[in-house]
Each structure stands twice: as structure tokens, then as C-alpha cells.
């Protein structure tokens, strides 16, 4: 999408820093209480900010996370087929 002054308007998340938790719920399509379960568990990093302790994650710890997920997955798969 082209915006007035010619530049391409941008995802949001593209631009974003910190994700909030339900941002991270989207982006992995699982539930808000999954992606709060990741954070406490410390699989996915991330921080508590402002006086209501809002949880933010930031946009590359969750990269980093997927990209784990992946390697996980991967492995388990390796493992499983030589059993």
C-alpha cells in the first residue's frame, strides 16, 4: 500500500520493537494464556513494564524463538526417524 508521500506503508509489527502479549498470540496463533504460559515458563524473553506490569516482548527475542522452535522440531524429527 503506497502512502501520499510515496513510501510504502509498513505492518506495524515490522516496525514495532516490543510486541505486547496478544500481538505475540497473533503472530503464533495460539492462545493469549499460551503466549503468557512461554513468557513464565522462559522460553520466550521477555519484560514487565509500567505500573500495571504489562508484559512486552521484543520483536527479536521472538524471532530467536521461532528460529528455536524450528531447530526443536527439526531435531525431533532427525531423532524420531532413527529410532
Known amino acids: 500500500m503506497k502512502?501520499?508521500?510515496g513510501h510504502r506503508a509498513c505492518d506495524p509489527r515490522e516496525v514495532q520493537r516490543f510486541l505486547t502479549l496478544a500481538d505475540v498470540a497473533e503472530i503464533l496463533n495460539v492462545s493469549a494464556a499460551q503466549a503468557y504460559a512461554l513468557v513464565r515458563s522462559g522460553d520466550l524473553p521477555?519484560?514487565?513494564i509500567?505500573?500495571?506490569?504489562?508484559w512486552?516482548?521484543?520483536?527479536v527475542e521472538l524471532e530467536?524463538?521461532?528460529e528455536r522452535a524450528y531447530a526443536e522440531t527439526a531435531a525431533s524429527l532427525t531423532a524420531d526417524?532413527?529410532?
Open 56 to 59: 512486552r516482548v521484543e520483536t
Open 64 to 66: 530467536s524463538y521461532i
Open 50 to 54: 509500567g505500573g500495571r506490569g504489562q
Open 3 to 5: 502512502v501520499a508521500s
Open 81 to 83: 526417524t532413527l529410532t
Open 46 to 48: 521477555a519484560i514487565k
